[in-house]
């Protein structure tokens, strides 16, 4: 099934996507992967402000290419998920609603998951060209001096993804391989 | 003695480096294509009909398959009859990878210490690995490696005994290991035998060998092809959400190895499975 939703998403919105659902993302979406993280991270530890304002936003793990001229961004797909684990449960309990990237989330993700009523959705790894083609526009709002690890805000128009994890916690990535496991 | 001026070798690696991140060879193309035939599942076709469409909005606009555009893996070979001028080789293959990075706007995802972790802000320097050949040509390979995949490879030291079903369960338990991590279809590199570092750069190797074309020794042959049929029975699928086509080849190396040890290297790559390749 397909879905159209509008981002930033509200709680009640998350929790009607289904682990499966082919979803379309139109609207403001924020990158960080590794390097963003562990900041972010270490700003909360010490009682400090984030960078941005994470109530009910997406999160897409991705560093992108440098744009050539007159493009908003380079190529821009999903990076590993599991590297932000260890950070990922803290920004959802602060209102963070959604995660783009590719690959499986810990057991403490899950369960944050689930806890907050969020969504974890992949992008197709290795498609950073074709995923390019969604992003409309592509500014540096937080730590320009991480080079393509900075925070980007990113207007995004039918950016395709598939539901992995959804608020009940059923997990597309063991299910479907189990269907089509033949050993 | 032929002499070859380090500058070529510059311009070469430079344009390579730029040709890997746009274009697949010939067999990559190939193999992506058939597999959109033969997936079982209706998810899994389309994302292989998906990265069809990004091989093609990536040649026609520029844009690199992926973005990681890898740390610059480079195999040299080089005829023991060259004697290259003009400088030294290294500086200059690093200066091809300079050049090709910045002006072919490939992401620098290199860090210059690996805890540290201050980016170079050129993607130096390449992993390179030089073999010294009979004859009076260099033979360059540029193999630039992401690490959503290079993250789930493994080393593992067999013993013996374990023969040849401890490789292929290593083998596939570095593949199930990987899973969705390493965007499937993946390309399985095995280097089987010599010492610990020997297995993983065969297995390194292994990934620059055309996927359509198998090992010459018959028993490993057998193995390429027995693990590729196994491996696409795991039920991974394209982008790991379930499907047939896990992996596009098995390609294995060996080499003698010592009386007490059976090491196994396994190399996992994604689809993007780059390997320009120029005779100088």
Redesign the interface.
């Known amino acids: 099934m397909e879905q159209y939703i509008q981002a930033p998403i509200s709680a009640s919105d998350a929790k009607k996507l289904k682990a499966?659902e082919?979803v379309y993302i139109t609207g403001t979406i924020y990158t960080a992967r590794d390097?963003a993280h562990k900041r972010m991270y270490e700003a909360l530890e010490k009682g400090e402000k984030l960078p941005i304002d994470i109530k009910d936003n997406i999160i897409y793990y991705?560093?992108?290419?440098?744009?050539?001229e007159n493009r908003p961004i380079?190529?821009?797909?999903p990076?590993?998920s599991?590297r932000m684990d260890k950070y990922a449960p803290a920004l959802m309990d602060l209102g963070l609603i959604g995660m783009i990237g590719?690959?499986?989330r810990s057991a403490a993700v899950k369960e944050a998951i689930v806890r907050n009523g969020a969504v974890y959705f992949?992008a197709?790894?290795?498609?950073?060209?074709?995923?390019?083609?969604a992003i409309k526009s592509s500014e540096v709002i937080a730590y320009d001096d991480l080079?393509?690890e900075a925070i980007r805000k990113l207007e995004v128009e039918k950016f395709?993804v598939?539901v992995?994890i959804d608020s009940k916690g059923n997990d597309?990535?063991e299910?479907?391989?189990?269907?089509?496991?033949?050993? | 003695m032929r002499e070859i001026n380090v500058s070529d070798i510059v311009e070469n690696i430079k344009e390579m480096c730029i040709e890997a991140n746009h274009f697949l060879a010939d067999d990559m193309i190939c193999a992506m294509k058939n597999a959109v035939n033969t997936e079982k599942s209706p998810l899994g076709q389309q994302i292989l009909c998906q990265l069809q469409d990004n091989l093609k909005i990536a040649g026609e606009d520029m844009i690199p398959i992926c973005q990681d555009t890898g740390m610059a893996v480079i195999f040299v070979e080089i005829g023991q009859d060259v004697h290259f001028v003009g400088g030294d080789l290294e500086t200059a293959i690093n200066e091809g990878v300079r050049q090709g990075y910045t002006e072919g706007y490939l992401r620098k995802s290199v860090v210059k210490d690996p805890l540290i972790r201050e980016n170079t802000k050129d993607n130096t320097p390449a992993i390179i690995h030089y073999d010294i050949v009979p004859g009076d040509k260099v033979k360059l390979t540029v193999a630039p490696k992401g690490f959503g995949s290079e993250n789930m490879s493994r080393v593992f030291m067999l013993k013996p005994a374990d023969g040849i079903e401890g490789v292929k369960e290593a083998v596939l338990t570095a593949v199930r290991d990987a899973g969705p991590n390493a965007c499937p279809p993946m390309v399985v590199g095995v280097g089987i035998g010599g010492t610990f570092e020997k297995c993983a750069i065969m297995a390194k190797k292994a990934l620059t060998r055309a996927v359509n074309e198998r090992s010459t020794i018959p028993y490993v042959k057998d193995l390429e092809e027995e693990l590729l049929e196994t491996i696409n029975k795991t039920g991974i699928g394209p982008a790991g959400l379930g499907g047939t086509t896990t992996a596009l080849a098995v390609n294995i190396n060996t080499y003698p190895t010592h009386i007490a040890g059976l090491p196994v290297g396994v190399n996992i790559c994604c689809h993007v499975n780059r390997h320009a390749q120029r005779i100088i």
């Open positions: 499966g082919y390097a991705m560093g992108p290419s440098p744009a050539r380079g190529s821009a797909g990076t590993t599991s590719k690959g499986k992949a197709v790894g290795g498609a950073g060209a074709l995923l390019s083609k080079g393509t395709p598939i992995v597309l990535y299910t479907a391989v189990e269907e089509y496991c033949k050993l």
